[in-house]
């Protein structure tokens, strides 16, 4: 009996520590980036590495610039779409299913390549 015991006492132990390393909470979210994020939901217009295409401005360019476009301008347009009114493309619409945090990790990821241009 002993034994059997001593079977259930080890295996409590192992099954927490499976589900503290399998089932950490949010570790799904922190996975995507903000690349991937703005690949799949805003380079179709703004390009890959935010260059711009036929269908939007580039928001490596110096208009977007923090001094110009603060990070709130991100999220308003996210949220409510922007009037055209620096370029000859059109409105954007609002982008559906696109989290708070997911714009902040855009926002990081456009300010990193900003940086890396020379625009701040
Ligand atoms: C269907 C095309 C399209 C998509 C998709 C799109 N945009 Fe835009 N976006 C535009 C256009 C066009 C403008 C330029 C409007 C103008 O100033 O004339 C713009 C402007 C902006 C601006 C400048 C806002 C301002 O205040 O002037 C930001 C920031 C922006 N987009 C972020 C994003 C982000 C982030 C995504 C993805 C979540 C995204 N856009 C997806 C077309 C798009």
């Avoid at 476009?69 to 609002?94: C, E, K, T």
């Amino acid at each position: 009996m002993s034994g059997v015991k001593g079977l259930y006492m080890y295996r409590l132990p192992t099954l927490l520590i499976l589900l503290f390393v399998f089932v950490q909470p949010g570790s799904s979210i922190a996975e995507i980036s903000g690349e991937d994020i703005f690949n799949l939901k805003c380079a179709v217009c703004h390009g890959t590495k935010g260059s711009g295409t036929d269908k939007g401005p580039p928001l490596v360019h110096k208009v977007y610039r923090p001094g110009h476009h603060g990070d709130y301008s991100f999220h308003l347009a996210v949220n409510i779409g922007v009037r055209q009114h620096h370029w000859p493309f059109g409105d954007m619409a609002p982008v559906k299913g696109v989290k708070r945090e997911e714009v902040d990790a855009i926002i990081l990821y456009i300010r990193g390549l900003q940086r890396e241009a020379g625009i701040i």
